[in-house]
């Protein structure tokens, strides 16, 4: 059985031996399953959940731990590396999976060797290195439904004794999975690799990508939407206290349908927007149009005391992205990030002491522009400088205290600065005129036929793209007070400043500094039962830095933190046939972040990260390899999870106490001010999100050979994953069912091994499977929900020549 050897605690060691808690793939087994991007790592990694956000996001879980927003003033929960780089924006991963050599995956915090913003864990990505005095190299086509194009090669080049270059270069190319043309990607990627040997003692690695990411996103599809039952209860099973479901029409809410059907045009344009209650308008025509760059260079010494490596880091991202859903009628993101980074470690051994010592320093800022339209309301957020400075040194020992026990203590100290400065301005359109919700009945807000607020980058942009007829009185100026807009009469024959909307905004400048200290530290036990068994236990911390909002009264957040005990055990049994590895876990998650739709300082509805909530995650993983012959392997991996949430709550506001939060969770009027109550919502006793009770792969590769030399492989994988959390509310729709998915290959080799064809079939049975599923209040309390891929197919051809 092969070995696969990981660089997961900084130097080389074969999986086996490394004690802990370690998904790990080759770059052939990644080609084979189909991971061409973060979300493809689901599939190596039953506890990591990877999903597609809104534009060019990517969001990370790792049982449970992690957070539905990522943007230029939130860190993910996850450590994304790649040939030793921490990469601090989790969109600049386009180039990682070209021309890889293994991916490994470590669950659980790494506060130590890793530190800042690795609660949930870590994920490597190593590409492939150039090979001194070889000429080698391959190239790869693909075509499959949708539209799909793949296109790779990569060629290792000599350039003399002592130096060897490898390039590489990518294209992926979709029409989209839903059915309005949205969820396309069109990506390109290059990387050069320079490699030399100074001596037998020092070499030198110098990396550089460039990457680009087109397309326009993973738009969502309807569900439906929340309304008061004004005439009694529809008895649909997902009602809640005092709201009925209305399911969307069936070529509305069908997965992988989109925003911009005519249907679905059709049906969301008839919802309400608040507080403006006047009609949804359509949505902006998405798009993703950003760019990436960085040059690394490592270093390696070895010396008669011990081994030093050096990794500098230079990176920059260009971000401009337009999406929306049924909320947004446009949200727009236009960003620049600039990252500077350096690590050194030296590695040693002092008697029967291993010793890895190091510091690590980064530096990054983070500029520009973000606007979310929701029609009735905008905020404008213009982001002068978003900084972080962060420091840290570390100690990682080992003490062999006999052939077969070992110690392990490590420590990191880490000081984070973190910098922000710019200011939002929230615009608000509100309707003051009541009308009767049908013959006879109440009086509730009606301005139908009043325009929305216009999307806009910047307020200058934003005022000059309404109609100055709807401006009778002039724009509004911040935090001065509201003036009349639109051409609706308050009431019959009411003068142009009596209009039946207001038009506010409201100013929020932000100009802050958020120093953090800590120490994060690991202590664990190894024991060698055998020569291939080994038992571990270990305790370790993690901590993700605090940040900042861009939101009135809600400006800052503070660091979270998580506390791990592992106990695991990794054997080989049946001469190396066999493979067991297995793993119980219990996490403290404390202070949890949690970004989401809340009040703010005005008493507005506003999207900010605040510290709400207290995990108890615990559960058990088991992972399996058999080598039934030398022509068949069997894998299989279960995990059992149960992520409870102790402690998880926060504050609402609705318009009327006869209103309450559109949620699934218990809510409690905390005051009432001008008759508009603040909700206390209490989601404690919950399951955590993204957090399955049972996830189940497994897999069978057989492979055949003919007589005339050729030879294929046929593979069948299978996944299982219970019930679980994918939206923030706890709402019924936010439910993705329990949901088995088949993949399936046959490559066929030459005789020669120098091409081959694959072809494949993903998700056979085309399941339905719910990514995310969000509520949006003030879009007519819609429900929207992203899907997984559907069925793909296809095949591609390799040539590989030497």
């Not at 911390?541 to 998580?562: A, D, K, M, Q, V």
């Not at 592992?566 to 876990?585: C, H, M, P, V, W």
């Not at 404390?590 to 506003?606: C, K, L, P």
């Not at 996830?695 to 299982?720: M, P």
Request: proline content about 5%; overall charge negative.
């Amino acid at each position: 059985m092969e070995l696969i050897t990981v660089t997961a605690l900084r130097k080389t060691e074969s999986l086996q031996d490394v004690a802990v808690p370690i998904d790990a793939a080759t770059g052939k087994e990644l080609s084979r399953i189909g991971v061409t991007d973060a979300t493809g790592l689901n599939k190596i990694s039953p506890a990591l959940n990877v999903v597609s956000g809104g534009g060019s996001n990517t969001v990370f879980f790792v049982r449970g731990v992690g957070n539905f927003a990522v943007n230029a003033y939130t860190d993910a929960a996850l450590a994304f590396n790649v040939d030793g780089v921490f990469l601090g924006r989790p969109t600049a991963t386009t180039a990682s999976f070209l021309d890889v050599e293994r991916i490994e995956v470590l669950k659980g915090p790494q506060g130590t060797l890793y530190g800042r913003n690795a609660t949930a864990g870590a994920i490597n990505v190593i590409s492939a290195k150039p090979e001194l005095g070889e000429t080698f190299g391959n190239i790869s086509i693909g075509a499959g439904n949708y539209g799909t194009i793949t296109a790779s090669g990569a060629v290792n080049l000599p350039i003399s004794d002592d130096w060897a270059a490898r390039f590489a270069i990518g294209k992926t190319k979709n029409d989209g999975y839903n059915d309005d043309g949205t969820a396309a990607t069109d990506d390109t990627a290059f990387r050069a690799r320079l490699f030399g040997e100074f001596s037998e003692d020092v070499n030198l690695t110098i990396t550089t990508d460039y990457s680009t990411t087109k397309g326009n996103g993973n738009s969502p599809s309807f569900e439906g939407s929340y309304g008061f039952p004004l005439q009694g209860s529809n008895n649909h099973p997902k009602n809640i206290p005092g709201y009925n479901f209305n399911p969307a029409p069936d070529n509305v809410s069908a997965p992988h349908t989109g925003p911009a059907t005519p249907a679905a045009v059709e049906y969301y344009t008839g919802l309400q927007t608040l507080p403006a209650f006047t009609s949804i308008t359509p949505l902006y025509e998405p798009y993703i149009d950003n760019e990436f760059m960085g040059v690394s260079a490592e270093l390696n010494v070895a010396t008669s005391m011990g081994d030093l490596t050096i990794i500098p880091a230079y990176r920059e991202n260009t971000v401009d992205v337009l999406f929306n859903n049924p909320a947004f009628q446009a949200a727009i993101n236009q960003e620049n990030h600039q990252q500077s980074s350096l690590e050194a470690r030296f590695t040693t051994t002092v008697g029967a002491l291993d010793l890895i010592m190091g510091g690590f320093y980064f530096d990054e800022a983070v500029d520009g522009l973000a606007s979310f339209n929701q029609y009735s309301l905008q905020s404008t957020q213009d982001i002068e400088n978003s900084s972080t400075k962060s420091t840290a040194f570390f100690v990682h020992g080992k003490y062999h205290l006999s052939d077969e026990l070992r110690l392990v203590g490590a420590v990191r100290w880490t000081k984070d600065k973190k910098e922000f400065k710019g200011q939002a301005d929230v615009f608000l359109n509100l309707c003051i005129r009541d009308l009767p919700a049908y013959p006879g009945g109440p009086e509730i807000p009606n301005c139908n036929g009043a325009p929305v607020i216009p999307v806009g980058a910047t307020v200058a942009e934003t005022i000059a793209s309404i109609d100055p007829a709807d401006l009778p009185e002039g724009a509004p100026i911040a935090n001065r007070g509201p003036v009349p807009y639109g051409q609706i009469p308050l009431f019959p024959g009411a003068p142009d400043n009596l209009r039946a909307n207001l038009l506010f905004i409201n100013q929020t400048q932000i100009d802050r500094v958020q120093e953090n200290n800590e120490i994060t530290y690991r202590a664990a036990i190894e024991y060698d039962i055998a020569q291939s068994n080994l038992l571990y236990a270990s305790y370790e911390t993690g901590y993700r830095s605090g940040g900042f909002s861009p939101t009135n009264g809600r400006e800052e957040f503070l660091p979270e933190y998580i506390n791990a005990w592992t106990f695991g055990s990794k054997n080989r049994f049946l001469d190396n046939y066999l493979q067991i590895n297995a793993e119980a876990f219990i996490w403290d998650y404390e202070d949890q972040q949690a970004s989401h739709f809340g009040i703010d300082g005005n008493g507005n509805s506003a999207f900010f990260t605040e510290n709400i909530g207290q995990s108890s995650i615990k559960g058990i993983e088991v992972d399996i390899l058999y080598q039934l012959t030398e022509a068949t392997r069997i894998k299989g991996n279960v995990q059992y999870l149960k992520n409870e949430i102790e402690e998880f709550s926060y504050l609402q506001k609705t318009p009327d106490e006869a209103v309450n939060v559109v949620t699934g969770c218990d809510t409690e009027v905390k005051s009432v001010t001008d008759g508009e109550p603040t909700y206390n919502v209490d989601c404690s006793g919950k399951e955590g999100r993204n957090s399955p009770s049972l996830s189940l792969t497994a897999s069978i590769n057989h492979y055949l050979e003919f007589e005339n030399g050729y030879s294929a492989s046929v593979s069948l994988d299978a996944r299982y994953r219970d019930e679980r959390w994918v939206g923030f509310d706890f709402l019924p729709s936010q439910r993705a069912e329990d949901v088995v998915t088949l993949d399936t290959s046959v490559q066929l080799f030459s005789a020669n091994d120098k091409w081959s064809i694959l072809a494949y079939v993903r998700n056979i049975t085309d399941e339905e499977i719910k990514a995310t599923s969000q509520l949006f209040a003030n879009g007519g309390n819609t429900m929207v929900s992203t899907y997984e891929k559907p069925r793909t197919y296809g095949l591609t051809f390799k040539y590989d020549f030497y």
